[in-house]
């Protein structure tokens, strides 16, 4: 299995911004579709997008789309998850989370065999 460390998390505003990276270590991500879930308080983790190892096929949960955007470095084994014009319902630990390499990524979790530890976003209204 490869590990996974996400970073980038922290405390904004409604209308702010920030990316979440995804590193790996251990085995090289270059092969392994990958994406991001989250969990907020009291509530099921959903998925929230998805890349594919190529970087041909993404997937964006509706409530985050057009807003938010998946990216790949393969050279450094990194994913990152741009997040735009955040709202308070954006609020959740954020998981990056490592699989197959499946042509489509997948929205289900248990499609994915790693996990990162996850990192906290809040946004204030």
């Known amino acids: 299995q490869v590990q996974l460390v996400e970073s980038g998390g922290g405390f904004v505003q409604a209308g702010g911004s920030l990316r979440l990276s995804c590193a790996a270590s251990?085995?090289?991500?270059?092969?392994?579709?990958v994406g991001w879930f989250r969990q907020a308080p009291g509530k099921e983790r959903e998925f929230v997008a998805a890349i594919s190892w190529s970087a041909l096929n993404t997937d964006y949960a509706d409530s985050v789309k057009g807003r938010f955007t998946i990216s790949r470095e393969n050279a450094n084994y990194t994913v990152y998850l741009q997040m735009n014009s955040l709202v308070p319902e954006d609020t959740a630990v954020y998981f990056c989370?490592?699989?197959?390499?499946?042509?489509?990524?997948?929205?289900?979790?248990?499609?994915?065999?790693?996990w990162g530890q996850g990192t906290q976003v809040t946004v204030s209204s």
């Open positions: 989370a490592a699989g197959p390499p499946y042509g489509v990524p997948p929205r289900t979790d248990a499609s994915y065999n790693s």
């Open positions: 251990g085995r090289s991500l270059r092969y392994s579709v």
